[in-house]
């Protein structure tokens, strides 16, 4: 299969639309759990923590899965996996409208839901770069704003369905406009040509069944010294050794070894195919040592520790206000009749802004992304601070557009880590970085629904959420201050993989 040059253009637009409507659909709900968690708080009587549990298992597993979720897109492309994950999702939501306690929503919203939204998020953005090069950035800027908008509709909506026809028929309904993800996913057509012959492969990456299934009465022993030398050079290929003959000459002559002539014949096979395993067995073992000494180096580098501790605890303080910001203003008994907009939906579409905003400043040269990033965290533990002190719902909406504004900041995220580690290491980084993000939005409602249930009020949960996201900041301002910059001058002392960020360059 051959792959054309990105048109950055074309039917490129319609991968952009169907991807925003996407994650439209597959985030509307998940981000805008917090209607559902008030209902399901009065469904089940469970506390706010064990209740706060469904929300999160929704938005954080998604991301601890993204090496799955890479994996499967990798494996099988992006059209199928997404038409999979639209079943998923909508058959999540549906079963949801079933559940007879809060532990079936662990698995039916938690697990399913959540699992099929990381599978279409990897997904779109996945065929997405392969359609985008030049404009990769504003198609992946656009595809991203749908799970705002998603979170501003579904917010509102979602209650609506409720008034009208309760928490039952609001998730079937919601499931049933899932379902349109099919149509989406089926639009994702794969960038590929088959005008072009497919170059010949020099390395054989798949280990071929017969070394795995033994025919007795069809091989004869040459020939499976033959198989066995051919395996034992495609290995020498894979690990990039450029004499081929000279390695099929060393081969032959450590098969020669075997009599062939000796009348015990299984004796030789069993010699034959242990050789082989054990050569994959050190092949696939030194792969896992190269990715745990690149994971070693990455963590030798100050800014990216830093970062990886500062995106655990934002999400772990920031994520919350999503889910629980409706029951804060319950909690602080204020009117319904006040309410203009769900306060969740205004978080859902300052966040639409916040990411265009941030991602545009972070394009000037003269803005340092890193330092925009770590601003960004700083004001987000301000706002957490302040939101015990909101008691009417002009406060906590004005709190809400701060705290969705300061969480557009995952649009400059990508930025900030391809300056810490380079190019070369991103992808190995961001998944390690998203895996954290993901324990952090797992974690962070619960914790603050448990605080709440051994205090009966969210100041000191909310202090506690703001306390974490402030040291994540400071955390890695401190790592980034230029006093560090004395020794990335030293470069040539480093190793060859390590990476410092140099805080006096320009994003």
């Known amino acids: ?16 639309v169907v991807s925003f409507f996407t994650q439209f659909l597959c985030y509307g709900s998940p981000l805008a759990v917090g209607v559902l968690y008030l209902e399901w708080l ?6 706010k923590g064990k209740t706060a549990w469904v929300g ?6 998604g991301l601890l899965a993204s090496p799955v979720c890479s994996i499967c897109v990798s494996s099988f492309g992006a059209r199928p996996v997404a ?3 639209g079943f998923m999702v909508a058959g999540g939501l549906m079963m949801s409208s079933f559940a007879p ?22 997904a779109t953005v996945t065929i997405t770069c392969h359609y985008f090069d030049k404009r990769r950035g504003l198609a992946l800027g656009l595809i991203s704003t749908g799970s705002s908008v998603g979170l501003f509709i579904y917010a509102a909506l979602q209650r609506e369905l409720i008034d009208l026809y309760g928490l039952d028929g609001c998730l079937l309904i919601v499931g049933a406009l899932s379902l349109n993800i099919l149509a989406c996913g089926s639009l994702m057509r794969p960038l590929e040509s088959s005008d072009c012959p497919p170059p010949e492969k020099t390395c054989v990456d798949k280990v071929p069944d017969q070394y795995f299934v033994y025919h007795e009465k069809e091989k004869t022993v040459e020939e499976n010294i033959s198989i066995l030398e051919k395996g034992y050079i495609d290995e020498k290929c894979a690990n990039n050794m450029p004499d081929y003959k000279q390695d099929s000459i060393l081969n032959k002559n450590i098969l020669s070894s075997i009599n062939v002539n000796e009348k015990d014949t299984y004796k030789k096979k069993v010699v034959e195919q242990t050789n082989f395993c054990k050569q994959l067995a050190k092949r696939k073992w030194q792969l896992y040592l190269n990715y745990w000494e690149e994971t070693l180096v990455l963590f030798k580098n100050k800014v990216f520790s830093a970062l990886f501790v500062a995106i655990l605890l934002f999400d772990i303080g920031g994520f919350p206000p999503s889910l629980l910001m409706e029951d804060v203003a319950r909690s602080a008994n204020i009117n319904e009749d006040d309410y203009h907009m769900p306060l969740i939906s205004i978080i859902g579409i300052m966040t639409a802004v916040g990411k265009l905003t941030l991602g545009i400043l972070a394009d000037f040269k003269w803005v340092n ?24 719902y002009l406060t906590l909406a004005m709190l809400s557009g701060i705290l969705g504004f300061l969480t557009g900041n995952w649009s400059i995220f990508p930025y900030v880590t391809t300056k810490t580690v380079g190019i070369e290491k991103l992808t190995h980084a961001y998944g390690i970085l998203m895996f954290f993000a993901g324990l952090g939005n797992s974690l ?28 994540g ?21 480093l190793p060859p993989n390590t990476y410092s960020y140099k805080v006096a360059s320009s994003a």
């Open 1 to 16: 299969m051959v792959f054309r040059k990105p048109p950055d253009g074309g039917w490129g637009w319609v991968i952009v």
């Open 56 to 61: 999160s298992l929704a938005n954080g597993i």
């Open 444 to 471: 962070g409602p619960p914790i603050v629904g448990w605080f709440y249930d051994w205090t009966q009020e969210y100041d000191t949960a909310f202090y506690f959420s703001g306390f974490c996201v402030l040291l």
């Open 101 to 122: 306690n809060i532990y079936f929503l662990y698995i039916s919203y938690g697990i399913v839901v959540g699992l099929g939204c990381g599978l279409l998020y990897t």
């Open 83 to 85: 038409i999979f994950s």
């Open 369 to 392: 992304t890193l330092y925009l990033y770590v601003t960004t965290l700083l004001m987000t533990g301000v706002a957490l601070f302040a939101i015990p002190f909101a008691k009417s």
């Open 473 to 493: 900041g400071f955390l890695l301002l401190l790592a980034a201050l230029p006093c560090w910059n004395a020794c990335t001058n030293q470069s040539s002392k």
């Open 42 to 47: 009065d469904a089940f009587g469970e506390g």
